[in-house]
C-alpha cells in the first residue's frame, strides 16, 4: 500500500486534527440565467447582505472580518462598476455575463497595476463579483452547514467565507495561499484552531479524498492517513491536551525569563474585546486599537464616548494599558472622514500622519484620553512613526492639550512598524517612554510585499533574518535609553517568534486573549542561555526558514 500523501505547507495555528474535507463553494450561475433582478436591486441586496455580515461579526469581536466586509459592501455598489454592467448589458449580453465580464475587468485593472496594495484589491473584487454572482441566482448563502470536525480546505477564504462558518464546527483550517498574517491565519489563531497556509497542489490532492490530518505544529496536510499516522497523531494529540492543561495553570502568573519580568498584555479593539483580556488573565492591554471606535459608523465616536471605552479598559487591569492613537489609512477606511483616495494608502497618509493633518480629529481623540486621568496606568503610543520629527510634533501635541486641560501627560511611546523608526530607534528613544514593534507592518515594509496580498503570503514571515536585525536594533536603542521595548503583532504569539523575542531582549508580548497562556507557559519553559545564544545566531541566517530550523529544537 502506498505511503498516505503528504503536502508540506506554512504553520499558521498550532494544533493537530483528523476530519473530512469540506471545501465552501460558491453558487453556479450560468451565463445565460434568466432574472428579472435589475443590476442596481442586486448591487444593493448584496451590499446590505455584506454590510449585514459586518455588523454580526463586529458584534462576535471579529473586527477585522467586518472592516473588511464593510469594504467589500462599498465595491459591490461601486458607480463604475454598474456603469460598466449597464453598458454591456445594453449591447446585448445577458446580466450574468454582463456582470462576470464587468468584475473580471476590474479585477484585471487593478491587477495590472503592478502594486501589492491593488494586487489585494483585486482579490476583493473578485469576492464581491461571487457574492453579486449568488445574488443574481436568487440564492442566500446562509451559515455553512459542516459536520463536527470539518477541514475546511480552499484556496484562500475571505472574511464573507469565515463568518458564515460555524467555527465550533470547524477541525482545521488548510489553504493553498495565504501566509502567517493571511485572513486564514488571523482567524484560526484567533479561534484556537489548527491551520496551515501555502499548501501547493492542496485542492488536487485531496478531490475525492474522505479523511484528512492538519498539523499547524509542523505544517504539514495527510491526505487519507494510514492507521500508523493516525496512532502517532492520536499520541501527539494526548500530548496536547495535556499541554494545554499545563498551560491553563499559568492563567493570571506572572512570568519570568532569566529573572526579568515578562508582561503577557492582550491586543483589544472594543469594550468586550477587554472582557476577553480579562477573562484571560492578560497582565494589562499592550495594544488597545481605537481606530476600531471609529469604524462601522457615521459620524467619529464623542470625545466622552472615546474617554469611557478607553477607561474601561484602564480600569480592569494594574498592569498599563497601551492606547495606539488613530490608524487610519492603509487597509483601513473610514467614509465619513472623506480621506482623499491614495494610489497605495500603505505608503501613503496614516497613522500619525493623517492626525497631525487632521488636528480636530487628533485633538479630541487626545482629550479623551487625558480625560481618563489615570497617568500611572495608561500609555498613549503613535502609529506609523517614520521621524523623530514626527514623533515630536504628536508628543508637543499631546503636552499641549494636557496643558490646557490642566491634567498630567500619560508617558507616549513609538510603535516601531516603519523600518525608518528602527533604523532611527536611538534618536527615538530620547524622546519616548517606550517601544512597542508591530511586526505585521513591520514585515511587511522590509520585505516590500503587501500583508494582504494573499500570494505574498510566504514573505510575512518575522522570523526573516532582516526583521529580526531590526528587532535586535530597536531593543538594543531601548536598553541604552532605559526604556522598555514590547511586541504587538501577531508575532508575539507565534512559539518560535516568542522564543527569538524574549532571547532579544523584549519585555512585554501583547497577543490576542486566546493565546496568553500558550505565551506565558512558553516563556516559563525556555532555557535562557540557549535561548539567547540562537536568538543572536539566528539574525545572521539567510532566510526565515533557516530560522526556524534553529529554533524547532528549543521549543517544548
Not at 208 to 220: I, P
Not at 264 to 283: Q, T
Not at 399 to 425: D, H, K, Q, Y
Amino acid at each position: 500500500m502506498p505511503a498516505p500523501l503528504r503536502i508540506p505547507a506554512h504553520p499558521a495555528s498550532e494544533g493537530l486534527a483528523f476530519g473530512p474535507p469540506v471545501r465552501p463553494g460558491g453558487v453556479d450561475v450560468p451565463d445565460d440565467l434568466t432574472t428579472d433582478v435589475s443590476f442596481a436591486d442586486a448591487a444593493a441586496a448584496t451590499a446590505a447582505r455584506l454590510l449585514g455580515l459586518a455588523d454580526a461579526a463586529r458584534g462576535d469581536g471579529r473586527t477585522e472580518e467586518a472592516d473588511v466586509l464593510e469594504a467589500y459592501g462599498l465595491i459591490a455598489e461601486d458607480p463604475a462598476l454598474a456603469k460598466d454592467v449597464d453598458a454591456r448589458t445594453a449591447a446585448g449580453t445577458p446580466l450574468v455575463r454582463a456582470v462576470r465580464d464587468a468584475i473580471a475587468a476590474m479585477s484585471a485593472t487593478f491587477a495590472a497595476m503592478d502594486d501589492a496594495y491593488f494586487a489585494q484589491r483585486a482579490e476583493d473584487v473578485r469576492g464581491v463579483g461571487r457574492e453579486l454572482l449568488t445574488t443574481l441566482a436568487g440564492a442566500a448563502p446562509d451559515a455553512l452547514p459542516l459536520p463536527d470536525g470539518a477541514i475546511i480546505v480552499a484556496d484562500d477564504l475571505t472574511p464573507a467565507d469565515t463568518v458564515r462558518m460555524d467555527l465550533t464546527r470547524v477541525g482545521a483550517f488548510a489553504t493553498e495561499r495565504g501566509g502567517p498574517t493571511s485572513h486564514t491565519a488571523i482567524v484560526a489563531r484567533a479561534a484556537g484552531i489548527p491551520a496551515v497556509v501555502g499548501a501547493t497542489g492542496l485542492l488536487a490532492a485531496v478531490d475525492g479524498s474522505t479523511l484528512l490530518m492538519v498539523d499547524g505544529h509542523d505544517g504539514v496536510v495527510v491526505v487519507d492517513p494510514d492507521g500508523d499516522v493516525v496512532a502517532d497523531a492520536e499520541l501527539r494529540m494526548g500530548a496536547h491536551k495535556e499541554r494545554e492543561v499545563a498551560r491553563r495553570r499559568y492563567r493570571g502568573r506572572a512570568v519570568t525569563f532569566d529573572g526579568q519580568r515578562v508582561l503577557v498584555a492582550a491586543n483589544v479593539g472594543s469594550v468586550e474585546e477587554v472582557a476577553d483580556a480579562v477573562e484571560a488573565g492578560s497582565d494589562g492591554v499592550g495594544l488597545f486599537r481605537s481606530e476600531f471606535l471609529f469604524l462601522g459608523r457615521d459620524e467619529a465616536p464623542s470625545t466622552a464616548e472615546q474617554s469611557a471605552a478607553y477607561r474601561t479598559a484602564v480600569e480592569a487591569f494594574e498592569d498599563p494599558t497601551i492606547v495606539r492613537t488613530l490608524d487610519i489609512g492603509g487597509d483601513k477606511e473610514v467614509p465619513y472622514l472623506q480621506l482623499p483616495s491614495e494610489q497605495n494608502p500603505f505608503l501613503g497618509v496614516r497613522g500619525l500622519r493623517l492626525c497631525l493633518q487632521r488636528p480636530e480629529l487628533f485633538d479630541a481623540q487626545l482629550d479623551a484620553l487625558l480625560t481618563v486621568d489615570a497617568p500611572d496606568r495608561l500609555r498613549v503610543m503613535f502609529p506609523m512613526v517614520a521621524t523623530p520629527a514626527e514623533f515630536a510634533a504628536g508628543r508637543e501635541r499631546l503636552l499641549a492639550r494636557a496643558r490646557a486641560l490642566g491634567v498630567a501627560a500619560p508617558p507616549v511611546g513609538v510603535m516601531v512598524e516603519t523600518t525608518s523608526a528602527a533604523l532611527l530607534a536611538p534618536h527615538l528613544a530620547e524622546q519616548a517612554a517606550f517601544f512597542s514593534i508591530g511586526t505585521n507592518d513591520l514585515t511587511q515594509y522590509v520585505t516590500s510585499a503587501d500583508r494582504t496580498h494573499g500570494d505574498l503570503g510566504a514573505l510575512q514571515d518575522p522570523a526573516n533574518p532582516a526583521v529580526l536585525e531590526l528587532i535586535r536594533r530597536t531593543v538594543t536603542a531601548g536598553g541604552a535609553a532605559g526604556i522598555p521595548t514590547g511586541v504587538c503583532g501577531e508575532a508575539a504569539g507565534d512559539p518560535a517568534m516568542v522564543a527569538l523575542l524574549v532571547g532579544l531582549g523584549v519585555e512585554e508580548l501583547s497577543v490576542a486573549p486566546v493565546r496568553t497562556d500558550l505565551v506565558r507557559w512558553l516563556v516559563d519553559q525556555l532555557d535562557p542561555a540557549r535561548v539567547r545564544d540562537v536568538a543572536t545566531r539566528a539574525v545572521g541566517l539567510p532566510d526565515a526558514e533557516a530560522v526556524r530550523e534553529l529554533v524547532a529544537p528549543l521549543l517544548p
